[in-house]
Structure formats: structure tokens, C-alpha cells
């Protein structure tokens, strides 16, 4: 990538870029350093964070379609938020007329908040859980369902039963390749009035999303973004052929992980590091996947020019990196 730096515009404005660039992970550290306590009114203030109504969560409709004992033995556990303690309760966004500002949104609750989660007892970690984070990013995915829906990844059904209650939605089916959560969900469904409308599948979600007839798919398989890119570059690719409407869990902040790894090129072409390291973009095995991505992009873009600030605009767009996904191929480790 050669970025023309004769052009002083080009110049100031990609240093205001890599300048928030830096900004964005300062920031995201310094929320990470205060979750999981609770945190003063003058710091929750400081973060922007804002305060959260119990009734908005606690009458989310799943907790009317499982049974009322479901949580109270293992593996589901019974965790809490504690009163002033913050946590993100919705989607980071992207401001691009900003220099790509992200913003996180940071909530918390004044009083305990209890919640469901699920154990993956082989290696004692939280597989999923019924949070604020949770309810609110699967909205505008449960609101797209209809007709024949195919759902990768089974979790605590939370996704899965709220479709089903839809009269747009006529079959679900569930495709998850472990068989021990498999089991979880079907005997979470068997009092469900929509216990005939949902279906179960122990499949690779590749394979199931190559070979099964849908109208429409959701793709829940990752606990954040990083994660999510071994599974989401082959899907993306995977939808361009298919005719269904398709969502992923979490997708802006996905395509802004993605596009983090752009600016992380365009600084170090800027700044010509690449020319002191031949190999800087040889994949590894072991290496993370987010360099992966950096890589493919790098060979995508290796005789790119960045002539002027339009330029840059448009490589850096959403509408850009979502069309990109289909061409560049990540060698994601395993």
C-alpha cells in the first residue's frame, strides 16, 4: 500500500485517524478495567454510563417459555450485575464522521440484578448468558426472522424460542455440533407450546449452512467479535450464494474489528514499517485472528494507492469492507 504523503490533507486528517485509533484502545481498556465491581457515581458519570430499568429485563418474554426450575441446577448457573457495577448493555458503533470513533455503551442497574447462565463444564467458563448485552443485540435479528429459519449455534434457546413465537416464522431448526447442548435445549422445549415448530440438528455450521434449504439464517457461534472471524469470513462468503436473508450476531462490532485491522495496516504503510520487516505479513501458525485478517489484507492491498482523503473514506466505509469480505481469505489458525 502506498499512501501519498505529498498531499498535506491526506496527512492531517489520517493522523487525526491513527490518533483515535489509539484513543478507541485506551478506552476500551479503561472500561475493561472497571467492569465486574461496582464503580462510584462520579465514575459512571466519568464513562458516560447510564442507568438501566430490572422490569426492561427481567419481563423479557423467554422467561415465559422455559420452565420455572430450569436455571436451578448445573450446568446453568445464577449470576448478578451488583447495584452501580457497569457493563456494556448494547452494540459498539462506529462513528466514521468522527475518524472512526468507537462508542461503547455502558450501562448499570441500582439495585442486584439476577441472571441465567450457561456452564460449559469442560473448561468451567460461561458459555452463554441471559444479560442486557444479550436481549438487546438479538432484537433487530429476532425481528428479521420469517419462513424456515435456520439458527447456528443453540445457546439457552434464547434466540431460537423468541422466533418461534412469531406467526411470520413457520419452522425453526437448530444446528449446533455439541451434543451435549444439544440435549440441554431439547429438554428445554419439551412442555413448549412451540416444541413442534422447533427442530434440532447436530451438525458442522459450515456444512449446515451449505446444504439445508432456509429463508433465512442467524449466526450465533462467538462470545465477541475476534472470535467470531474464523466462522464469519466463510459464512459472509457462503451468503453471496445463497438467496436468504442472513444475520450474524454482534456484526457491527465484527466489521469494525475488521476495519481496525485496516487502520492498522494504513498506519504502518504510512509510517513505511513494513519496508523494515519483508516479512511482517507471513502468516504463522498460532498467531491470533486478528492478525490473520491484517495479513489477508495486506496481500488484498499491496499496490492500493491512497491518493487523497475520498480515497481512504471509501476503502475505510462499512458498505467497502463488507464487500471485501468476500474477496480477501484470512489463514486462520486452529
Known amino acids: 500500500m502506498k499512501i501519498h504523503k505529498e498531499n498535506a490533507a491526506l496527512v492531517s486528517y489520517l493522523k487525526k485517524v491513527f490518533l483515535m485509533h489509539k484513543r478507541n484502545i485506551e478506552r476500551a481498556n479503561e472500561l475493561n478495567s472497571l467492569f465486574l465491581h461496582a464503580a462510584s457515581l462520579e465514575t ?13 429485563y427481567c419481563s423479557d418474554k423467554y422467561f415465559t417459555l422455559v420452565p420455572d426450575n430450569l436455571f436451578k441446577n448445573k450446568p ?6 451488583e447495584p452501580y457495577e457497569p457493563f456494556l448493555f448494547a452494540e459498539s458503533e462506529c462513528k466514521e464522521d468522527n475518524y472512526y470513533e ?7 442497574f441500582q439495585e442486584t440484578y439476577h441472571y441465567p447462565a450457561l456452564l460449559d463444564e469442560s473448561t468451567n467458563t460461561i458459555w452463554m448468558s441471559v444479560i442486557p448485552h444479550e436481549i438487546n443485540t438479538m432484537k433487530k435479528p429476532i425481528l428479521l426472522a420469517k419462513g424456515k429459519c435456520l439458527v447456528l449455534g443453540a445457546g439457552m434457546l434464547y434466540y431460537a424460542l423468541h422466533i418461534a413465537t412469531k406467526d411470520s416464522v413457520e419452522k425453526v431448526v437448530v444446528v449446533d ?8 435445549a431439547k429438554k428445554m422445549i419439551v412442555h413448549s407450546p412451540f416444541h413442534k415448530k422447533i427442530n434440532f440438528i447436530q451438525e458442522d455450521a459450515i456444512t449446515a449452512a451449505k446444504e439445508l434449504n432456509y429463508d433465512f439464517l442467524f449466526a450465533d457461534l462467538w462470545h465477541m467479535a475476534e472470535d467470531a472471524l474464523p466462522l464469519y469470513f466463510p459464512l459472509k462468503r457462503l451468503e453471496e450464494k445463497k438467496t436468504a436473508t442472513c444475520a450474524y450476531w454482534i456484526e457491527e462490532e465484527i466489521i469494525i474489528t475488521i476495519r481496525e485491522c485496516l487502520l492498522t495496516l ?22 491470533p485472528h486478528t492478525v490473520a485478517v ?13 491518493h487523497n482523503i475520498s480515497d481512504f473514506k471509501k476503502i475505510a ?12 481469505h484470512p489463514m486462520f489458525s486452529k
Do not use: C
Not at 76 to 81: A, F
Not at 102 to 108: E, L, N, W
Not at 266 to 287: H, I, M, R, T
Open 44 to 56: 459512571l458519570k466519568q464513562i458516560q454510563a447510564v442507568p438501566l430499568g430490572l422490569d426492561d
Open 76 to 81: 446453568y448457573l445464577s449470576l448478578y450485575y
Open 266 to 287: 494504513v498506519e504502518e504503510s504510512f509510517y513505511e514499517l513494513e519496508l523494515q520487516e519483508p516479512n511482517l505479513y507471513a502468516d504463522k501458525k498460532g498467531q
Open 294 to 306: 491484517l495479513n489477508a489484507l495486506a496481500r488484498y492491498f499491496k499496490n492500493q494507492e491512497i
Open 317 to 328: 466505509s462499512k458498505e467497502f469492507i463488507v464487500r471485501l469480505i468476500g474477496q480477501i
Open 177 to 184: 455440533n455439541n451434543p451435549k447442548i444439544l440435549d440441554l
Open 102 to 108: 468507537i462508542v461503547s455503551h455502558v450501562g448499570y
